[in-house]
């Protein structure tokens, strides 16, 4: 079993704090969710955690196996098993979908044991299969011009081939079509189990029906303000934020930026 | 401040040497004049480069032996690297000034295709090649470089495609320097005839470190009534060289020319690149890569001029400029009176890897033609730090995240080679540069 630890997690991005000291523990066989209003530094909190060059970590830490994930580069911090799933993936012209998930499988192995070409092919194949992909676009130039679905169902498409430990899913239901959206819940369960952990940032619970978290987070304020079971998402739906910025004595929910 | 164009060479040095290359009359005379205005023309005046202090006129001598090769087996590794011995039946090799290589296949032959050097070309196609060497394309007297060139000239091929003749597998020509002191004043003549269609790679390569000579390159391009001539090249000339290359296409109604140009030197290099489409309906089409580095000065100008009716000219050019190179891209599409429903589109990008490399995108349309379409666009930046993040995400490390980047920022023009060998190496070349 792999642990990613968050402790008292400080954000801020140009000099203006958007966490404000966040508390989570996530565990591999085990999905969360953490929801909230716009502008309550959720994905601030996905960001940081994978070491977006905007955001800089004031204090806290965050620790993947009693390892120091704030000391790796970005790059190290995927090697050593985590994996962000974008809201807004960046476009790489002139280089293929599949050459780049090549280059990201081989550089997670020794020189010299790369990956045959046969078996990533394959692999490659039966993975855009599963998640309905036309298997034109392993050939397109990564993400050019694809559409906001399909730049998801691409995000979903390397978290399968990548195989990480955790994996943060930064708002991947917004802009999707039910039918995207059932793809994509598709793939992230295809990867539950042992191995894997999750944390589901999303501001609707919609997503929620088809990925079953079994710990819901709510945040407010750059804070983790509530904790509860799958029953909290649901009370969520029904009831909206206010009764927790009631309960709470919370008026102005967000961190003050823009959403 | 003028430039010093006073020659070692004389008018009897000239004389004596076409006379040794038994060339006809004509040429010698078109040398000779050269060689008599030289003093008097201007210099070419690239926008944005002064290039007043450059040296185009000192070189240790005028032209070197050496060796042939009786078969690709004797090619030096470098070369061997680009030709596909056992496929590539049409090839010219030239060593530093020496006709080195050739082979045209037979079938080729008899359908008339011409592929010889440039000194064979102007004594047995004689009337041919004087009805094209520099007279529709680029001209004599056109400033002090095109004189230097045509009154030294001293290399270079000859292509002819005959009407109606398809010629499916490349043409390919080796310029080889590896001999510091050489000197190239090589020409190009591609005529492609009515009805005809070519592919054409020409391959600039210095397997040597430091070049004393000048390189003064010309190419004309002539693509006659309905043909199609793809030109691909790859320039490698060593540091120490000036350079200037002038490739430049005409074409007559109905044809497209397609230029693909790799501009990998190490020299400083004034590059001209025109199509005229002359033609109604006629198409030029430029892809150029380019990479500098060290403290490389570099200008690149591009030019689509559109005279005939319906003509198409599109210009893509990405560069990428490392250490303290700097380049110049100047893009222009001219469209003439007269020249209505035709359509000028360009595309300059210049990619900086670091602080202290220049790059320009000066893109210029000029119109004088009312029911016309145009439009560019051009953009300098530095590699974008939120893609490195995306690929890093993934694991990859930020040298290989770099690479994938520029790679891909020149892609759409590597692909465009016609040659597979020639474009594993534009792409070996790009790596070397780039690290």
Redesign the interface.
């Known amino acids: 079993m792999s642990t990613l630890v968050i402790k008292d997690l400080h954000v801020a991005i140009d000099g203006k704090e958007i966490l404000k000291g966040v508390n989570l523990t996530i565990n591999t066989n085990e999905i969360h969710a953490v929801m909230g209003p716009n502008g309550t530094g959720k994905s601030t909190l996905a960001s940081a955690i994978?070491?977006?060059?905007k955001y800089e970590v004031t204090s806290g830490s965050i620790e993947l196996d009693g390892e120091d994930v704030l000391a790796m580069?970005?790059?190290e911090?995927?090697?050593a098993g985590l994996?962000?799933a974008?809201q807004y993936?960046?476009e790489?012209?002139?280089?293929t979908n599949a050459?780049?998930l090549r280059?990201?499988i081989n550089?997670?192995r020794e020189e010299g044991n790369e990956i045959s070409l046969m078996k990533f092919i394959r692999e490659l194949d039966s993975k855009m299969e599963f998640l309905e992909m036309d298997l034109d676009m392993a050939q397109r130039?990564?993400n050019e011009g694809f559409s906001g679905g399909e730049k998801k169902r691409n995000e979903i498409l390397?978290l399968m081939m990548?195989q990480p430990k955790f994996a943060i899913l930064d708002e991947i239901d917004s802009g999707l079509d039910i039918d995207a959206l059932k793809v994509v819940s598709k793939g992230i369960n295809e990867m539950r189990g042992e191995g894997f952990g999750s944390l589901v940032i999303t501001h609707y619970q919609r997503l929620l029906n088809y990925i079953t978290p079994d710990h819901v987070h709510v945040m407010m304020q750059g804070r983790v303000v509530k904790s509860g079971g799958p029953e909290l998402a649901q009370r969520l739906e029904a009831e909206g934020y206010e009764w927790i910025k009631e309960e709470l004595g919370i008026e102005d929910e967000t961190v003050g930026q823009e959403a | 401040m003028t430039v010093e164009t006073k020659l070692a060479l004389t008018e009897q040095d000239i004389r004596s040497f076409s006379e040794g290359k038994q060339e006809p009359s004509w040429m010698t005379e078109i040398r000779l004049k050269a060689l008599g205005e030289l003093e008097a023309l201007p210099m070419p005046t690239p926008d944005k480069t002064k290039i007043t202090n450059w040296n185009f006129t000192e070189f240790p001598v005028h032209t070197v032996d050496s060796s042939k090769f009786t078969t690709l087996a004797e090619l030096p590794e470098e070369v061997k690297a680009v030709v596909n011995a056992d496929e590539q039946k049409n090839i010219y090799i030239q060593h530093n000034n020496t006709p080195a290589f050739l082979s045209l296949s037979e079938e080729l032959k008899a359908k008339g295709v011409i592929l010889t050097d440039i000194y064979t070309a102007v004594r047995d196609h004689s009337e041919l090649v004087q009805q094209y060497f520099m007279t529709d394309g680029v001209k004599v007297t056109e400033h002090k470089l095109t004189a230097l060139h045509a009154a030294l000239l001293n290399g270079g091929v000859f292509v002819y495609v005959p009407k109606n003749v398809v010629i499916e597998e490349p043409i390919q020509v080796i310029y080889l320097h590896d001999d510091k002191t050489a000197s190239l004043f090589n020409h190009t003549l591609l005529v492609a005839d009515d009805n005809s269609s070519v592919t054409y790679v020409e391959n600039y390569l210095s397997t040597v470190e430091h070049a004393e000579g000048q390189a003064n390159i010309v190419a004309e391009v002539i693509a006659k009534d309905n043909s199609k001539v793809t030109f691909g090249t790859v320039d490698v000339l060593a540091n120490g060289f000036t350079t200037y290359v002038n490739r430049r296409g005409v074409t007559s109604r109905d044809a497209v020319i397609e230029w693909a140009l790799g501009m990998m030197n190490d020299s400083d290099t004034i590059s001209e690149n025109t199509t005229h489409l002359v033609g109604d309906n006629s198409e030029g089409h430029v892809k150029m890569v380019v990479v500098g580095r060290g403290n490389q000065k570099q200008n690149f100008t591009t030019k689509v001029i559109h005279w005939g009716k319906h003509t198409e000219g599109q210009i893509l050019k990405h560069g990428v400029m490392k250490d303290e190179a700097s380049s110049i891209f100047n893009g222009i599409g001219k469209i003439e009176y007269g020249a209505t429903k035709s359509n000028a589109e360009q595309t300059s990008r210049v990619l900086m890897l670091s602080e202290k490399a220049r790059g320009d995108a000066n893109p210029i349309l000029l119109i004088d033609e009312d029911d016309v379409t145009a439009g560019h666009a051009a953009s300098v930046g530095r590699v974008?730090?939120?893609?490195l993040?995306?690929?890093?995400?993934?694991?990859?490390?930020?040298h290989?995240?770099e690479r994938?980047?520029i790679?891909?920022?020149?892609?759409?023009v590597v692909n465009e080679l016609p040659i597979e060998g020639v474009k594993k190496q534009l792409t070996e070349v790009i790596e070397r540069k780039v690290r």
């Open positions: 994978m070491g977006h060059p580069e970005v790059d911090r995927a090697q994996f962000l974008m993936p960046s790489i012209t002139g280089v050459d780049f280059s990201a550089s997670r130039y990564l390397q990548l | 974008d730090p939120l893609q993040y995306y690929l890093m995400s993934r694991g990859i490390s930020q290989e995240a994938l980047v790679h891909g920022f020149l892609a759409p």
